[in-house]
């Protein structure tokens, strides 16, 4: 049955002939195959540069069946860094956290780290993928200055 909203019908028939029916709620069927990134929980923007970071991320099923096996690609700045699979079954909205290790990060340059799932007939792009900035720029102190009068 593709994705989309159903309402359900059920129709008790009597030997009588009367018949008496009620009707479900609004009832949300998603697609079949769906996993995607939740949220990335590490790296958390700071201040301070940061060479080096942990990348943690939550893979979520958000798909009617259960999934496993799902590919998940890093990269930071376009580079491919590391992947790995999520073995582990997940049911419908079951998450998992994938945890990359230490990543080194370029310095004095905005890094974007991504995280994107691959998993095979997946029927939904749209959350497959996710992305955090890490600023690695120096962090300039702006001090108040005044413009004298020149006469």
């Known amino acids: 049955m593709p994705s989309g909203h159903y309402v359900y019908k059920v129709e008790a028939q009597y030997p009588d002939g009367a018949s008496t029916a009620a009707f479900s709620n609004d009832i949300t ?3 079949d195959t769906d996993a995607g990134i939740s949220a990335i929980v590490s790296p958390k923007k700071m201040i301070e540069k940061q060479p080096v970071v ?3 991320a939550y893979i979520k099923n958000y798909g009617e069946k259960p999934i ?5 690609k890093l990269t930071v700045n376009g580079a491919s860094v590391a992947s790995a699979t999520v073995t582990e079954m997940l ?3 079951d998450s998992t ?3 990359f290790g230490n990543v080194s990060l370029d310095d004095n340059v905005i890094n974007h780290i991504t995280l994107t799932t691959t998993l095979g007939g997946d029927g939904a792009s749209s959350n ?3 992305t955090v900035t890490i600023s690695n720029l120096p962090n300039i102190a702006l001090h108040a200055f005044s413009l004298g009068c020149l006469r």
Do not use: G, W, Y
Request: proline share 5%; no cysteine.
């Open 91 to 93: 049911a419908k909205d």
């Open 97 to 99: 956290l994938v945890t």
């Open 128 to 130: 497959d993928s996710m």
């Open 54 to 56: 942990e990348v943690k």
């Open 29 to 31: 069927r998603l697609i």
């Open 68 to 72: 496993h096996d799902v590919p998940v």
